[in-house]
């Protein structure tokens, strides 16, 4: 065996060393290509993840979020769970709101929106609120009978036109805000925000304070506690801290919040994803078969003088699996090249996605890693399969054709 | 040393069967030179792939030193084409991606020599041909009579109990066959070496120790030759 592996390699050095170059560059050029086309739209996807995820840690949810139990509508005494939450190493802040739903009202423009209570200065360490405002100024403690407006349902952000809005509400307007419990009040717009996603601009918030009032909720109620985390990846060994804390509530992982409603976004781009790569595969081992197929035929005949001389068929199929191999070891580091470029300039000029949102692709060395597995086991089955298939042809045939 | 008795290459069957080759018998001794001829068609060509174990006869028996080699199995046959039997090409088949050098060694390495010891062999047996300072030319880089004296170089640096040579001649010019021959009478006369060697042309006789004739697959003539070509 050892035999036939340097000679193997002897046949495929001199190939490579001696061969055409032109056709070696061609060869190495389209690898290139199937390997990027392996890694490319995978790492757009995961950029639009990471984009998506990010928007569910920066505002509903935060790194943990933790919610009533069963069909509870609040979490009772939210301040004790705070309490408990906030003494639990690695959590670097948390805070409690009440999402409620409402709809309001300017100049006879009605909108259907979540309305979200929040404690506005300690909304600085958990969430992007404070620092969204395009218009006018975020909440302050003592803010009372104001209310920050969504840019979409404001009519001022994009996406106005596709959704109802307000039309043209502007910091200093009055709303009227009609809750769930029939409750309705009067607010002057104290800010608009606009966060360049839906969750975000097709809503409200106001002061804490405000939700209790309307409800006529006592003891620190709370639809939510949001807690962020010193260390990200981490969430899952906070989630046990807290359960281990005694908070008896649900506690969640962003991830876990986010994944259905991240699931559904994706799901259509990952399909096309899977279908993608499928495509690529399927065509990536077609074109490296063809390659070292038609390589092959080229040299039935020197195979044939080969075998005819007394080298062992395991030695020639050897010499085209070393032969592909190199070929594909040469299209991947191209390839890897050229994606590599490509991502640098997609880092510094991200592709606009729906106006607003800048995505940035993500280089996932997971993925690259399987891609190179891929494109080396297709290559040596692609350099095996028709070498071991020209190697079992009789000597006669090879050489002369019959 | 080579014996062989009855042996028949039929293609097709029934009616329609081409009888390449009808029940030849001959022996061939250590060190002989012996020269295959015939018309084209005659079936010379065929009995030297089925010599060199590049082709199975349809019947007939097929013994090198008393070893059956015709029915060996298609590894042990690879075997003694590596290290027993050279054969020389009428179309040099080199390999034009090695030089002249890698083409010779390849089968020292494929024997289990290392790569020093194979390209010294290579340097050897390139220098017995004549080809000294020429083993890193690729085949393109050489001439016609030299490409046949690498391919000569490559049957003999393995030391192969016989070697073959179908029609090594026939793309040569007049000069360029002289020092071929001139390097298969050497190799005969001073190594020992046996030769069987398929030729048409009548001059190669004065190299040969023997002619074997052949037409329509038989034998049809065996006479030993003196030293200027003229039978005995």
Redesign the interface.
């Known amino acids: 065996m ?2 036939d592996i ?2 193997g390699a ?2 495929a050095s ?2 490579v ?3 055409n170059k032109k056709t070696l560059m061609f060869i190495v050029f389209v690898l290139s290509l199937i390997f990027m086309n392996l890694v490319f739209l995978p790492s757009m996807i995961g950029g639009m993840t990471v984009l998506f995820t990010g928007f569910m840690q920066d505002y509903p949810y935060g790194d943990v979020v933790i919610e009533p139990t069963g069909d509870n509508t609040y979490i009772n005494n939210a301040d004790s769970v705070l309490k408990k939450v906030r003494a639990v190493e690695g959590v670097r802040a948390a805070t409690k709101r009440l999402d409620v739903g409402a709809s309001i009202d300017h100049k006879q423009n009605v909108v259907g929106v979540t309305v979200t209570g929040m404690l506005p200065t300690e909304e600085y360490e958990i969430s992007q609120y404070p620092y969204i405002i395009t218009d006018g100024d975020f909440l302050g403690e003592l803010s009372r009978d104001e209310i920050i407006i969504g840019a979409m349902i404001a009519g001022t952000g994009f996406g106005s036109e596709i959704y109802d809005n307000l039309g043209e509400v502007k910091v200093g307007s009055l709303v009227d805000v009609t809750y769930s419990n029939g409750v309705k009040k009067t607010y002057k717009v104290k800010g608009i925000m606009e966060g360049t996603f839906e969750l975000v601009d097709l809503n409200a918030l106001v002061h804490y304070k405000e939700i209790e009032e309307v409800y006529g909720l006592e003891g620190s109620k709370a639809t939510s506690v949001v807690v962020r985390i010193d260390k990200q990846g981490t969430e899952e060994q906070i989630q046990d801290k807290i359960r281990e804390a005694g908070v008896n509530e649900q506690v969640f992982t962003w991830a876990d919040k986010s994944e259905t409603l991240i699931k559904q976004a994706m799901q259509s781009m990952g399909a096309i994803d899977i279908m993608s790569k499928f495509v690529s595969l399927i065509v990536g081992a077609a074109l490296i078969l063809i390659i070292i197929y038609i390589n092959i035929l080229n040299k039935k005949k ?1 195979i044939g ?9 395991r ?1 020639i199929v050897l010499s085209y699996a070393f032969l592909s191999t190199f070929y594909v070891s040469l299209g991947i580091i191209a390839g890897l090249a050229l994606y590599l470029s490509l991502m640098f300039y997609f880092q510094a000029n991200p592709v606009v996605f729906y106006e607003t949102m800048e995505i940035r692709p993500v280089i996932d060395p997971m993925l690259l890693i399987q891609s190179i597995i891929t494109m080396l086991t297709l290559s040596v089955i692609a350099g095996t399969l028709p070498a071991w298939s020209v190697s079992k042809e ?3 045939k090879a ?1 002369w054709g019959r | 040393m080579i014996v062989v008795k009855d042996l028949k290459r039929y293609y097709g069957s029934g009616q329609t069967a081409v009888k390449a080759l009808n029940g030849v018998s001959f022996e061939i001794k250590k060190g002989e030179f012996v020269a295959i001829m015939g018309a084209s068609g005659s079936g010379k060509t065929t009995l030297l ?1 089925i010599l ?1 174990l ?2 199975d006869a349809t019947a007939g028996e097929y013994t090198i030193r008393g070893l059956k080699v015709s029915s060996l199995p298609e590894a042990e046959r ?2 003694y ?3 027993q ?1 050279g ?1 020389v ?1 009428q179309d040099y ?1 080199l ?5 002249a050098a ?1 083409n010779v060694y ?2 020292s ?4 020599r290392s ?1 020093k010891e194979s390209y010294k062999t290579a340097l050897e047996a390139l220098e017995k041909v004549g080809l000294k300072g020429k083993q890193d030319r ?1 085949p393109d880089e050489l001439s016609g009579g030299e490409k046949q004296r690498v391919a000569i170089a ?2 003999i640096a393995k030391k192969p109990d016989i070697m073959f040579a179908d029609e090594p001649c026939a793309n040569l010019d007049t000069n360029n066959s002289k020092q071929v021959l001139d390097v298969f009478k050497d190799l005969n006369d001073n190594y020992g070496q046996t030769i069987v060697m398929v030729t048409h042309e009548l001059w190669h006789t004065e190299y040969v120790d023997r002619v074997i004739t052949l037409e329509d697959g038989v034998l049809v003539s065996d006479e030993m030759m003196d030293e200027g070509g003229e039978e005995k």
């Open positions: 050892i035999n340097r000679v002897l046949i001199s190939s060393k001696r061969g020197e003088i080969l075998k005819a001389i007394g080298i062992t068929p030695s009789s000597i006669l050489i | 792939r060199a590049l082709d690879s075997y084409r590596l290290t039997v054969y090409f088949a390999i034009n991606e090695m030089s890698e390849v089968l390495m494929m024997e289990g790569k690729i490559r049957a």
